[in-house]
């Protein structure tokens, strides 16, 4: 396990997904203070950032010193997703860093997306797939990486010809879902299939889906043969799970903080959020964030209840306060 990239060696491959909504600065830092090697942004519209949309250059913006982090673009049209990485890799703020690699999303299930030609819909479209690969491998300083699914539905299982494209048109590490783009999010994985993709390949692979805890990431790693290991919803109210894998892969033993460091770690998530997006844009995501670590503790609903109806920071400090303290 582990694997290089350009000029970045990731000793376990221990990699926090990408994830629209949730993979924002201040949950990435997180992450990697819990272990996490390299991490993803939230995927970026290629076209917005071609017509320099405020938001999705915000999105592509890592702060300085943050590394290694991928930035995840999606599009269609081979020009525009080349003229993105342009952008990202030339138009770099004073102060923010040059990421470690491209991703390129082609595992986007949502119907907005895929009706567009763009996300999994690209596993149906693997001549396309193929031009926008070497397209972006064409004019990119840094490497390129793909995210995939297992196939678009279970009888268009193509995860390892489009292994096979991507390679061939330069990609320099390849990330499977273990799902179909039918199967969206529902279980179980399929390693059978991220299993024949590493074998096709001499690229890196990284195994993505349905890990949740050390042994299931140790199970995916026995049964796929794969480099590396990308977590998603798995690291929600969870960063820990970084530090417990690598534990078990070091055949070290691992103690989860108790809750009150957890939700120390939380609230300065929240904190750094505040300070990244503003209160007005940071309380709703940070409310979702703070249920998922608090989840299945005593009192948790109610928890969940006060903070979906607070609006400040204070507030939701006082609200973890009580939280911390209930059944004293
Ligand atoms: C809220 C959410 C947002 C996501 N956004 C993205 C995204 O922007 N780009 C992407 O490639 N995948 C995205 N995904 C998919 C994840 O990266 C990952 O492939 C999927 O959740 C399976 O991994 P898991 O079983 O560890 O959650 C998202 C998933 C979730 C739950």
């Given at each position: 396990m582990g694997f290089r990239l350009g000029n970045t060696e990731f000793?376990?491959?221990?990699?926090?997904?990408?994830?629209?909504?949730?993979?924002?600065?201040?949950?990435?830092?997180?992450?990697?203070?819990?272990?996490?090697?390299?991490?993803?942004?939230?995927?970026?519209?290629?076209?917005a950032l071609c017509y320099r949309d405020a938001g999705s250059e915000r999105l592509a913006a890592l702060s300085e010193g943050e590394l290694p982090c991928a930035v995840q673009i999606f599009g269609h049209e081979p020009e525009i997703m080349a003229e993105a990485v342009q952008r990202i890799c030339r138009e770099i703020d004073p102060g923010a860093s040059m990421p470690t690699a491209i991703d390129l999303n082609m595992g986007c299930p949502v119907r907005k997306i895929v009706s567009n030609g763009e996300g999994s819909a690209l596993m149906k479209n693997p001549a396309l797939a193929g031009e926008i690969i070497r397209?972006?491998?064409?004019?990119?300083?840094?490497p390129v990486t793909v995210k995939i699914r297992t196939g678009w539905n279970d009888s268009s299982r193509n995860a390892v010809a489009l292994?096979?494209?991507?390679e061939e048109n330069g990609a320099a590490m390849?990330?499977?879902?273990?799902?179909?783009?039918?199967?969206?999010?529902?279980p179980?994985?399929?390693?059978?299939?991220?299993?024949?993709?590493?074998?096709?390949?001499?690229?890196?692979?990284?195994?993505?889906?349905?890990?949740?805890?050390?042994?299931?990431?140790?199970r995916m790693l026995e049964q796929t043969n794969c480099d590396g290991l990308m977590i998603a919803r798995g690291a929600m109210g969870n960063p820990w799970l970084f530090g417990q894998i690598r534990a078990a892969l070091d055949g070290r033993s691992f103690e989860l903080p108790p809750l009150e460091k957890r939700l120390e770690t939380a609230m300065r998530q929240v904190e750094r959020m505040i300070l990244d997006k503003g209160e007005r844009v940071a309380?709703?995501?940070?409310?979702?964030?703070?249920?998922?670590?608090?989840?299945?503790?005593?009192?948790?609903?109610?928890?969940?209840?006060?903070?979906n109806r607070s609006l400040t920071m204070e507030e939701f400090r006082s609200i973890v306060a009580d939280f911390l303290r209930r059944g004293e």
């Amino acid at each position: 396990m582990g694997f290089r990239l350009g000029n970045t060696e990731f000793r376990y491959g221990l990699l926090l997904a990408p994830m629209a909504g949730v993979s924002d600065r201040a949950f990435r830092q997180t992450c990697v203070d819990c272990g996490a090697e390299y991490t993803v942004t939230e995927m970026v519209s290629a076209k917005a950032l071609c017509y320099r949309d405020a938001g999705s250059e915000r999105l592509a913006a890592l702060s300085e010193g943050e590394l290694p982090c991928a930035v995840q673009i999606f599009g269609h049209e081979p020009e525009i997703m080349a003229e993105a990485v342009q952008r990202i890799c030339r138009e770099i703020d004073p102060g923010a860093s040059m990421p470690t690699a491209i991703d390129l999303n082609m595992g986007c299930p949502v119907r907005k997306i895929v009706s567009n030609g763009e996300g999994s819909a690209l596993m149906k479209n693997p001549a396309l797939a193929g031009e926008i690969i070497r397209a972006v491998c064409a004019v990119s300083p840094i490497p390129v990486t793909v995210k995939i699914r297992t196939g678009w539905n279970d009888s268009s299982r193509n995860a390892v010809a489009l292994a096979g494209i991507a390679e061939e048109n330069g990609a320099a590490m390849i990330c499977v879902h273990g799902r179909t783009r039918e199967e969206m999010y529902a279980p179980p994985v399929d390693p059978e299939t991220i299993a024949a993709v590493k074998r096709a390949v001499s690229i890196p692979v990284v195994a993505n889906g349905g890990i949740f805890s050390a042994d299931d990431a140790l199970r995916m790693l026995e049964q796929t043969n794969c480099d590396g290991l990308m977590i998603a919803r798995g690291a929600m109210g969870n960063p820990w799970l970084f530090g417990q894998i690598r534990a078990a892969l070091d055949g070290r033993s691992f103690e989860l903080p108790p809750l009150e460091k957890r939700l120390e770690t939380a609230m300065r998530q929240v904190e750094r959020m505040i300070l990244d997006k503003g209160e007005r844009v940071a309380l709703p995501e940070a409310r979702r964030q703070l249920s998922y670590y608090i989840k299945g503790e005593r009192g948790s609903a109610e928890t969940r209840d006060r903070l979906n109806r607070s609006l400040t920071m204070e507030e939701f400090r006082s609200i973890v306060a009580d939280f911390l303290r209930r059944g004293e």
